[in-house]
């Protein structure tokens, strides 16, 4: 497949005269051929969004609303192009592209319902004769850029809820996924964005950090939002800070789930394994430490190594494996090098996944200490590991034992005890007696410390794609003290 740069929603090649390609992980086969914008194009994509700013901005909400629908409806069109697409590029399995393609179409719809919500309020004022109001507009160009791991969730996720509250946005893609998010910008001009109101871009990953600063130091960008590792975010949030541009971050995570002594092992297994191993644990929320009470964890760890020898991964191509490929050979070899590093101080390997190229299969340590690299490190990839604690008050300390804080979890029959737990655990979501990977379009989603800040979803969403203005009117002939 060849894509292209998309401005005023026309297809352009690159000034740049470098395409780059993207490769199948599993069987090394290319995939698609992408152009690599140059700080030429990012800048371009920029101004064409400044021109259209304007009229999308007083454009009324239910033109907006429509069009985001018709671009639900679309979606659901074409899931079959997005998911191959998707499992082509990134090794996914069938049923996490899937998800992805199902998700989406809700997201879009969600920003539908949000185009009526961009709303501010009246404020008392001591003044006498003075009608004050804080009003909520659309901040102006947005720089959306998504990651490879949810190709079609976290870019539909990027750009919809700026769409809606007014904004115009140029999507920056990742190279690992530019042909799937390609296809979703294309479904979204052809729902019927005006020209400018979405542009699209993808570069080579050596361009990545010149195009970003082209974009963002650009006085008609007002907004970014990135989504992918806390490394990379750190040197997105100091370009932006360089540039004093506010900057919405979702970022790595090392998410715990407390497994506590009276909890249901059974269902705490299922949740185990599905919030560690779904998409080959290549999810920002994955389960990366059951942090569990010594009392049940021999038998926890029997049923999860038990549950994990099944989850084989396999071609995506090639019937129905729970799992796929990892997104590239290196990660498979990182994986390998943290479960090596903890069995070498001590972990106990419960079941190691047959590897072949970047198929991993799921794997389990116990025992896991915090000496160990894994202990610390976000693995994303099929390893969940065991921490055992003596009570509640370790399990909340090891949980917390973290820079990240994204997601969490805990597993118990007392609900008002997790509440008060959910309380001092320093992560952005909790769910108790549910699974760390959990997501929907009206939630907000985001991180503490390392994971980030701010929030995608629902009206905390809007929030951050608007401006807040203090409008007053006032008695003309008031008095003045001098």
Not at 193 to 205: D, M, S
Not at 465 to 474: A, G, K, N, S
Request: some cysteine; glycine content about 8%.
């Amino acid at each position: 497949m060849k894509t292209f740069l998309v401005i005023d929603n026309e297809n352009r090649t690159s000034t740049s005269g470098k395409p780059f390609e993207r490769f199948n992980p599993v069987d090394g086969q290319l995939v698609s051929t992408h152009e690599s914008a140059s700080t030429q194009d990012a800048i371009a994509a920029v101004k064409s969004c400044a021109k259209a700013f304007s009229t999308w901005a007083a454009t009324g909400p239910s033109y907006k609303r429509d069009i985001l629908l018709n671009a639900a409806r679309l979606m659901e069109e074409r899931i079959e192009e997005l998911t191959q697409m998707m499992v082509a590029e990134t090794g996914a399995s069938k049923a996490w592209a899937g998800f992805n393609a199902h998700l989406a179409p809700s997201m879009l719809r969600e920003a539908a319902g949000l185009t009526t919500q961009i709303k501010g309020e009246i404020i008392p004022a001591d003044k006498p004769g003075m009608f004050s109001m804080a009003l909520r507009r659309p901040a102006g160009v947005v720089v959306a850029i998504a990651p490879w791991n949810a190709p079609i969730i976290l870019a539909v996720r990027a750009i919809c809820t700026a769409l809606a509250c007014g904004n115009t946005v140029v999507l920056k893609a990742s190279e690992l996924s530019a042909g799937t998010q390609y296809l979703l910008a294309r479904i979204m001009i052809d729902a019927g964005l005006p020209p400018g109101v979405l542009n699209f871009i993808t570069n080579a990953a050596t361009d990545s950090a010149d195009v970003a600063e082209a974009m963002i130091s650009q006085p008609e960008v007002r907004r970014v939002n990135f989504t992918g590792s806390t490394r990379t975010g750190r040197l997105v949030a100091a370009t932006c800070a360089k540039y004093l541009k506010p900057v919405l971050l979702e970022l790595g995570g090392k998410a715990p789930m407390l497994v506590l002594a009276d909890a249901d092992i059974d269902h705490a297994v299922r949740a185990a394994a599905f919030g560690a191993y779904m998409h080959q644990g290549q999810i920002c929320m994955s389960t990366e430490r059951i942090v569990i009470d010594e009392s049940i964890a021999d038998e926890f760890a029997s049923k999860l190594a038990i549950k994990a020898r099944t989850l084989l991964a396999a071609p995506p191509n090639e019937g129905s494996a729970p799992l796929g490929s990892l997104v590239d050979m290196r990660s498979a070899d990182r994986v390998e090098a943290l479960m090596a590093d903890a069995v070498s101080k001590g972990a106990v390997l419960c079941t190691q996944g047959h590897r072949s190229g970047a198929l991993l299969g799921a794997s389990l340590l116990d025992h896991v200490t915090a000496d160990m690299q894994i202990y610390h490190e976000e693995s994303f990839g099929p390893v969940t590991c065991m921490v055992r604690v003596k009570g509640i008050e370790q399990a909340v300390q090891v949980a917390n034992d973290t820079e990240y804080g994204l997601s969490s979890a805990i597993f118990t029959k007392d609900v008002s005890l997790a509440l008060k737990l959910a309380q001092r655990l320093d992560f952005g979501c909790c769910h108790i007696n549910g699974p760390t990977v959990y997501d929907e379009a009206q939630m907000p989603l985001g991180g503490m410390k390392a994971s980030g800040y701010g929030r995608f979803g629902g009206l905390p969403g809007v929030h951050e794609f608007t401006e807040v203005q203090w409008v007053t009117i006032e008695d003309p002939a008031q008095h003045y003290p001098i």
